[in-house]
């Protein structure tokens, strides 16, 4: 694919399709509960969360990508795309990329696809590769995927973490227009810091510690969170974040209509959006029904905020994650006017992907 940005200055990256897609099986609190020494209101006090969603035995991150791929095309009223990027930290395997196998299961044969792996903030970097892609003129339409499928790393025994993540996946449609119209992706900050690199982190499978069950411990072959210094770090770098991409675009939070944080967990959301001086009922809150989607997280808010009518053509859109790494990163958009989409916990229209 070539496509040549020559007479185009002001080409920019707009926002014109999204979905969402959860898996069908929805646990709640009480339900982790009965299997684990937790209760439901030390999760809804330390998390916020009362329930998320478990993919199924053979459901993989390709499956979810697909059943949101697939959604956010529709939304956006055409099949075709240039490129397709996803964002996750569970791909279907090490080795290929997920990207390529959900571009061909979308029909999209022959286009760019590739995987961004920055855990959490994956979403983030992917929007901005896929906006890279548009305004440099290698690409006219990005599909971007946010999907991940915590399940499968995190230790189902393991309290601290199995109450906090959920497996999910959400997209969004860019589209080749100009800065300034409705949905143009307006200034990115991303940033990282590998010091701490062990915050959070799935110790064996990779070429430092390969995953070989004689050499390796569960623990290692397990996703592991400080739980207390991610909050800390999280709270300050995402204030830190969205205070810069706000200043980059000469704006303040009195500007932002809707916060819409990487849903980690429900006490950082309300202490990132105290921090910008932003009232709770700008932000987001997913997290309560979804728990922490990773990569799917900030796609899937938007989905619901939309279908909710949350978000209303004209708002200004705050976007902000932190995630492993550590990385981070915010994006401004303006929202669209979008057609109606689907819940994405709802499933009653469509077979199982
Ligand atoms: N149910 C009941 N008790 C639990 C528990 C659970 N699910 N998980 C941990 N505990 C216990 C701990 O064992 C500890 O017990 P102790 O005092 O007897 O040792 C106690 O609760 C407090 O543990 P602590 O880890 O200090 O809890 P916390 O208040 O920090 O909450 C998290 C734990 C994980 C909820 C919290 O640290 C957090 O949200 N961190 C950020 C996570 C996140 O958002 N990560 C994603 C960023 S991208």
């Not at 990487?262 to 809150?285: E, M």
């Not at 705050?318 to 669209?336: D, E």
């Given at each position: ?15 014109c ?24 209101a030390?999760i ?17 991150t ?7 791929g ?5 939304n ?5 795309t ?14 290929p ?28 970097y992917?929007?901005?590769?896929g ?23 995190v ?19 860019l ?12 200034s ?24 070989e ?14 739980g ?9 770098r ?23 944080p ?24 997913h ?22 009518q ?44």
């Open positions: 694919m070539a496509v040549s940005s020559a007479g185009r200055p002001d080409r920019a990256a707009v926002l399709g999204l979905g969402g897609w959860l898996p069908r099986h929805r646990v709640d609190n009480d339900e982790l509960a009965a299997r684990l020494d937790t209760d439901d030390w809804r006090t330390r998390t916020g969360i009362r329930s998320r969603h478990v993919a199924a035995p053979h459901e993989a390709s499956d979810l990508a697909v059943a949101a697939r959604r956010a095309l529709a956006s009223g055409t099949h075709s240039d490129a397709v990027v996803v964002a996750t930290t569970t791909p279907d395997r090490t080795c990329a997920t990207a390529p196998l959900v571009a061909a299961r979308l029909g999209l044969a022959g286009v760019a696809a590739f995987d961004v792996g920055a855990v959490c903030t994956g979403f983030i992917a929007l901005a590769a906006a890279g892609l548009i305004t440099s003129g290698v690409a006219d339409r990005v599909l971007v995927i946010g999907a991940d499928v915590y399940s499968r790393i230790d189902a025994d393991d309290r601290q973490n199995a109450v906090v993540f959920g497996d999910g996946a959400g997209a969004l449609v589209r080749t227009g100009h800065a300034g119209e409705p949905g143009a992706l307006g990115f900050d991303l940033g990282s810091d590998g010091t701490h690199e062990d915050m959070i982190t799935v110790a064996a499978g990779g070429s430092r510690l390969p995953a069950a004689s050499r390796t411990s569960r623990a290692e072959r397990h996703f592991a969170m400080r207390k210094e991610v909050f800390r770090h999280a709270s300050s995402m204030t830190q974040s969205a205070r810069t991409v706000l200043d980059c675009s000469g704006l303040t939070a009195d500007d932002v209509d809707r916060f819409v990487h849903q980690a967990n429900l006490r950082i959301l309300r202490t990132v959006a105290t921090d910008l001086g932003l009232p709770a009922d700008r932000c987001a809150t997290v309560e029904r979804a728990g922490n989607t990773c990569a799917a997280s900030i796609p899937l808010a938007l989905t619901d905020d939309h279908a909710n949350a978000l209303r053509p004209g708002d200004r859109v705050l976007l902000t994650a932190f995630g492993g790494g550590l990385t981070w990163g915010s994006c401004l958009l303006t929202w669209p006017e979008l057609p109606p989409a689907a819940e994405p916990a709802r499933h009653e229209e469509e077979s199982a992907p």
